[in-house]
């Protein structure tokens, strides 16, 4: 395992719980960036879906815009905007104003995928396939809007132009550690729920990177499901809620995220499904210590640099927690690397430096 401390971050699903409102949701997500602002989360970003009653994050602008405003220091940002469902220069309008509003706490996060249904897609942009398979000019667009240079073209984002927003690129797939490597952006790996090709992704990423003018060195993210509990049972018992939410998936089922359950045959036998095994793969479930093994185990075998970790809990409390503990391992996790390597202890990394560095379980 690398001996540099890795950063621990959120990704903000906006899932629904069923007998919540979207309001209440909201809400949460507030309450849960500013406490995870006091456990030492670096970053706190939210996704972006449509025409699905489990999650409301679906115009992640506003809603970095409403978490940047109830916070004081953590970076927030998208998890990704999903870039063909937009137009580049509205995305640099929309990010560059967040920008110079809470000066260096904006994250861009940009993604390819259209989160949603071919229906949904057809209604936010008939243009959508040209706008997928144009995806690194328009992605070339919007890091034109965000430069300097950019103040003498003919069409500028001028709140934009030179303001500190840093990029990311999403995805998952070679394809995208690729263009993240081409372009010298940070990569962050959705292994949350497409784990097939983490490992080709992060090796194509770290071997291929061109250092850009704002990252000199490879910065690779992988996001996990995490759920953590006091007791092994209490967690596998709110692990329950995910696993429904992933059958609705794969089944298209329109739900919101049901109350834990008991494991039931019909669980059970749906979790040993291969396509639900491949979705689940990166979820570590159980208490501190048991999670803490398994993080540990990821850690060695990707060295990424950072982890962003989903929790999608019906209960708000139990999500708390959940993070809470999983504050405490991190640190834990990084003190001993800095125990085990004293020389490893150096400056703080500003958002744009970056340390290299990646899993079969």
Request: glycine share 6%; aromatic share 8%; charged share 20%.
């Amino acid at each position: 395992m690398s001996t540099q401390s890795t950063a621990y971050s959120i990704l903000e699903l906006a899932v629904v719980s069923e007998g919540n409102s979207i309001p209440e949701t909201f809400k949460n997500a507030l309450s849960l960036a500013r406490r995870a602002e006091g456990l030492g989360y670096k970053r706190f970003w939210v996704s972006e879906h449509h025409n699905t009653i489990s999650a409301c994050s679906c115009s992640p602008p506003v809603v970095v815009g409403h978490l940047a405003a109830g916070t004081k220091s953590i970076r927030v940002g998208s998890g990704g905007v999903m870039l063909p469902n937009h137009s580049p220069l509205v995305v640099a309008e929309q990010f560059g104003t967040l920008g110079s509003l809470y000066p260096n706490r904006i994250d861009l996060g940009i993604g390819r995928a259209p989160g949603t249904d071919e229906a949904t897609i057809a209604a936010i942009r008939s243009d959508f396939m040209e706008a997928s398979r144009s995806f690194p000019s328009e992605l070339e667009k919007i890091q034109r809007y965000f430069s300097k240079e950019n103040e003498t073209s003919s069409v500028r984002a001028t709140v934009a132009e030179d303001v500190d927003v840093p990029l990311f690129l999403l995805g998952a797939s070679s394809g995208s550690a690729r263009l993240a490597a081409e372009r010298g952006l940070p990569y962050a790996f959705a292994s949350h729920f497409a784990a097939s090709q983490l490992f080709n992704a992060l090796e194509t990423y770290r071997n291929e990177f061109k250092p850009s003018s704002t990252f000199a060195k490879p910065y690779a993210m992988a996001a996990v499901n995490v759920i953590i509990a006091d007791t092994d049972e209490k967690a596998g018992s709110m692990f329950t809620s995910l696993l429904r939410m992933f059958v609705d998936l794969a089944t298209k089922d329109q739900n919101y995220l049901q109350p834990p359950t008991e494991f039931t045959d019909k669980i059970l036998s749906a979790s040993k499904h291969p396509a639900l095994q491949q979705m689940t793969k990166y979820t570590f479930v159980g208490s501190k210590d048991r999670v803490k093994a398994q993080l540990e185990e990821f850690l060695r075998k990707t060295a990424v640099d950072e982890v962003i970790a989903v929790t999608p809990t019906y209960d708000h409390q139990d999500r708390l927690r959940s993070y809470e503990l999983l504050a405490e391992i991190m640190g834990e996790i990084n003190a001993e690397k800095k125990l085990a390597d004293p020389a490893s202890e150096e400056k703080p990394l500003s958002p744009y430096e970056v340390n290299a560095g990646v899993v079969e379980i």
